[in-house]
């Protein structure tokens, strides 16, 4: 049963658009949560974090919105480049995790030019 | 560079015959993982380590093996390959564990090995 779910395998955006992908989570124990992208033939690299204690964290183009009483994040990237184009996972982490990072199955991203 | 070096990058292999991925990172990090990346479930942890000589499984870890001899290198062993290890690996390291939770502690990826077991 995966705890950090993705359910949009993909999503097409105009570039200069607004990109929304949006990850749930199941467990409650969770209370830090990141998202990292993924080009092609490259390992993961990191995008963005937030802490349970926010509802929100900007770094330039991105922001990542919690809301905690749905179990829901969202990554917004604002305007959208074709540079965005990868694969973007939602990763999830709590106390009782420590040693490890739970992910979701990912997000395709691209952004048509 | 600070980086996490896999090799192969690319490896086939038959049912049974014993193979290592090599994982090498050059951070001084003392948190390594192996994932495997498979479509629609994406990234499972496999094993990980704390520091040297410290491994403990991870969700997936049936059918692997690790060793960490030293803080550098993690390398991932298939005893007996079978055609369901077919997957993308990953190798990663961070500074610290718990992960993610500090500026310092997010996880450092290498760029994956392509394994195919036939």
């Known amino acids: 049963d995966q705890q950090v779910k993705q359910n949009s395998p993909s999503l097409s955006v105009q570039e200069g658009r607004i990109s929304i992908l949006n990850c749930d989570y199941t467990?409650?124990?969770?209370?830090?949560f990141l998202w990292y992208k993924k080009y092609p033939a490259e390992g993961p690299t990191f995008l963005i974090s937030?802490?349970?204690?926010?509802d929100k964290n900007e770094d330039g183009r991105f922001t990542v919105f919690l809301n905690k009483s749905a179990k829901h994040l969202s990554l917004h990237i604002v305007p959208s480049q074709p540079g965005d184009s990868a694969v973007y996972f939602c990763?999830?982490?709590?106390?009782?995790?420590?040693?490890?990072?739970?992910f979701g199955a990912g997000t395709i991203l691209r952004v048509k030019s | 560079e600070a980086q996490v070096t896999q090799n192969p990058r690319y490896l086939i292999t038959v049912t049974g015959k014993k193979l290592t991925v090599t994982c090498s990172q050059n951070?001084?990090?003392?948190?390594m993982s192996w994932y495997r990346q498979d479509p629609g479930l994406g990234l499972r942890q496999i094993y990980y380590?704390?520091?040297?000589?410290?491994?403990d499984k991870g969700d997936v870890p049936e059918g692997y093996k690790v060793s960490r001899k030293e803080k550098r290198n993690f390398p991932l062993i298939l005893e007996s390959p079978s055609p369901n290890q077919t997957s993308l690996y990953f190798c990663?390291?961070?500074?610290?564990?718990?992960?993610?939770?500090?500026?310092?502690?997010?996880?450092?990826f290498g760029n994956g090995t392509r394994l195919t077991v036939t």
């Open positions: 380590s704390m520091n040297v000589e410290v491994t």
């Open positions: 990663a390291s961070s500074l610290s564990s718990p992960l993610g939770r500090t500026l310092n502690s997010p996880l450092h």
């Open positions: 937030i802490s349970s204690i926010k």
């Open positions: 990763a999830a982490s709590g106390v009782e995790y420590g040693n490890k990072l739970v």
């Open positions: 951070m001084n990090h003392e948190y």
């Open positions: 467990n409650s124990m969770f209370d830090y």
